[in-house]
């Protein structure tokens, strides 16, 4: 009688359909499941590898030194005015002085001085152009008088070695560009 009167209760059932389904697609895609895996793990190997503070390695090798607040020449360090002279006579000199300089240094290459940039009473940057090649600049300096090719002709100066010469700074602020009068 106790079975009559009972309800019959229906089981709990999980979704073995959902479970089913996302284990096929994985079996199906095996190939591609690998290749995820493969990569996560190349990853993890490739951040691991190159975070110096991971590795134990947190000192940085520094390959260029920054110059220290006192190392880079201001106006008040033996500087003259950073506005540019503009002296017309003054330009004649360097590119009279400055010719034969670049002739040997281009090697009889054909090139013409496009700009002339005189930065204080010692420095300047001649820029030559050629319809050929980029334009490069020429770094000059007065010495004794007279007007010196010191660095160029070329497209990239370093830094620390214009510091080193004592180029000054609105100079090395502009080495690397095409000169603007």
């Not at 979704?15 to 996560?40: C, E, M, P, S």
């Not at 820029?127 to 990239?156: C, R, S, Y």
Request: proline content about 8%.
């Amino acid at each position: 009688m106790d079975n009559e009167n009972q309800i019959e209760q229906p089981l709990p059932q999980e979704n073995y359909q959902a479970k089913d389904t996302l284990f096929n697609t994985i079996k199906q895609n095996k190939r591609l499941v690998l290749f995820f895996v493969v990569g996560v793990v190349l990853l993890i190997i490739i951040f691991i590898a190159t975070n110096p503070f991971l590795t134990g390695n947190s000192k940085i090798k520094e390959e260029t030194p920054i110059p220290t607040r006192s190392e880079i020449p201001t106006t008040t360090d033996k500087q003259p005015s950073v506005t540019p002279i503009t002296s017309a006579v003054e330009k004649e000199t360097i590119k009279t002085a400055a010719k034969p300089q670049i002739d040997t240094l281009v090697g009889g290459a054909s090139y013409t001085m496009s700009q002339i940039k005189i930065y204080t009473a010692e420095w300047a940057i001649v820029e030559i152009t050629n319809p050929n090649t980029d334009p490069a600049n020429v770094v000059l300096k007065k010495t004794n008088g007279e007007w010196k090719v010191v660095m160029g002709p070329g497209t990239h100066f370093d830094n620390s070695k214009l510091l080193q010469i004592g180029a000054p700074q609105n100079l090395i602020n502009e080495a690397n560009s095409n000169i603007q009068p």
